[in-house]
């Protein structure tokens, strides 16, 4: 754990996503830019982008098909928002911004859940190597917060899967192990 930098919020913020009362508002911030990706990322999405596209809205087939699905550059690429605000893999159901990855991944379509950026949110991950693990506190995540406390559920725990899936199981066991000596 020495060679990271971790802010000490994700072991005692609760967190636990509520969607039914933020409506997805991390795929739909105004003015936020898109979703950050790796740069291995990028042809990732583009071996799956047939599959996942099927699942969105043809407004943002189009934007996906004029403009392309990723702006910036080498080293800084993010996700197209459409209008300076959705994300253009973002979908509605029943009123809900959801992710086109996650659902054709949980329907089995794709093998790539979703961008780790988003899948490890609210945790943000910095710093050339990424090795600064920090916690990001978004007044859209407010209710995520109520119910973590509810469910007693921190921000660490919440994000299991992604730190995983980023990091592997022994720097998860290693994290957890330093956080419960602390």
Do not use: W
């Amino acid at each position: 754990m020495e060679k990271f930098i971790i802010d000490d919020r994700i072991f005692s913020v609760k967190f636990s996503c509520d969607v039914s009362k933020c409506f997805g508002a991390c795929c739909t911030l105004k003015g936020a830019g898109g979703a950050p990706l790796l740069d291995e990322e990028v042809s990732k999405i583009k071996s799956v982008l047939k599959t996942v596209t099927k699942h969105l809205s043809e407004r943002h087939k189009d934007v996906i098909q004029v403009e392309g699905f990723l702006e910036g550059e080498k080293g800084d690429y993010s996700v197209k928002s459409v209008d300076d605000s959705e994300c253009v893999f973002a979908f509605y159901e029943d009123g809900i911004a959801r992710c086109a990855f996650q659902k054709a991944h949980a329907e089995n379509e794709i093998d790539f859940p979703k961008p780790i950026s988003c899948h490890l949110y609210p945790i943000r991950i910095q710093g050339k190597k990424r090795n600064i693990i920090r916690y990001e506190e978004m007044y859209e995540c407010q209710d995520a917060i109520v119910k973590g406390e509810k469910e007693d559920i921190t921000v660490f725990e919440f994000s299991k899967s992604p730190l995983i899936r980023e990091y592997g199981k022994e720097f998860y066991k290693g994290l957890k192990k330093t956080y419960m000596e602390d």
